[in-house]
């Protein structure tokens, strides 16, 4: 027989109660975690096949082929089958090697910006609990660095779901002053945002982890406030400002908000260039967005009152988890397209158990191998995320005048 596990003593009351539930919960989460991903074993990125570099970068797989045959650019790794595969890193040498070999369409090939285009940065934002924030700021990052594009992820959120999905559990792996709450506190322990800084397994993106201590802005502020904390080091102008030290390295930034109107909200809005608002489709939902909207528009002015800007190239309402067969959501959808036109994009993130499933083993469609989870599923579910990422990158491309 099995010995009994060693029982906690009981809580006398619900203090004891609850903090008894937080060990209990946190030790079977980090044993889940050891499991999934031993600490030895670092979250990696599969490589894709040569079928998969040629539409994701643009030519044909013939061409590829030839290429290869030819020894011009990387090297794939050839199967037993004799089938090529290209890491992330490859298919952007690949890139870099076309856009010489065929400088008439550089600008196809490597897509990052160019001198007088200026960083993009993308808010993730809604206050309505599982509008798919994280999942939509994700799927976003890793698209754009499959495009090529160098990207920063922030996890402006404290429940740090985006910084989990990039395989980081905030309790553990994520310590003191190590998110961005770090680059923008208000007393003499800030450092430098390039400090906070984490690369990721997925080439191209770069993260600032997000956890608990991002809640100290939120208690800070207010106190900075009673100060006279003025100018450059008013609250609002602080993510923006150390978003500045690093522009140079970055083509676009991806900030995934936490789900409430707070000072770190504002002062990712007043540092974005662009706004997408998730939106599920479902009637409790849009009347909360609306709340949202005109709580944010009522803050804003509240902060350009204070010398603050909202400088927007542009705003657009994502419509996510959308099951396009329920009658009830399409009307909803009409309604939302009805009243803001080409805001909402045209695009809409299909409700999709892929993506779900996905998600609770910390991995994204992009990560998984197409046969992992059935080819239709994939294929239907990858599709709309791609079309909605595919028209922000030409917003942003538009932002850039291109
Ligand atoms: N297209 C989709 N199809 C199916 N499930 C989805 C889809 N998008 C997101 N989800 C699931 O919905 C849940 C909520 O998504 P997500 O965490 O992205 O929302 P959120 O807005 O960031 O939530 P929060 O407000 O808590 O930060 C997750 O379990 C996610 O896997
Ligand atoms: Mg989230």
Known sequence: MKAARPQPAPPTNATQRITQHAELLSAQLRSMRDAMFPPTAQKSLRSFSSGEVARIVGVSDGYLRQLSLDGLGPVPTLSSGGRRSYTLGQMNELRTFLSQHRPKEALAFVPRRRAGEK??????ANFKGGSAKTTTSLYLAQYLALQGYRVLAIDLDPQASLSAMFGYQPEFDIGANETLYGAIRYDDERRPLREVIRP???????????????MEFEHETPRAMMRGDRGRDIFFRRVSGVIAEVEADYDIVVIDCPPQLGFLTVGALNAATALLVTIHPQMVDVASMSQFLLMTADLMSVVEDAGGKLDLDFVRYVVTRHDPNDVPEAQIVALLRGLFREDVLAATAWKSTAIANAGLTKQSLYELDRGAVGRAAYDRALESVNAVNAEVESLVQGAWGR
């Not at 990721?200 to 991002?214: D, S």
């Open 200 to 214: 990721t397994y997925f080439e191209g993106i770069h993260l600032v982890p997000g956890n608990l201590e991002l």
């Open 119 to 124: 960083l993009q940065v993308l808010a993730v």
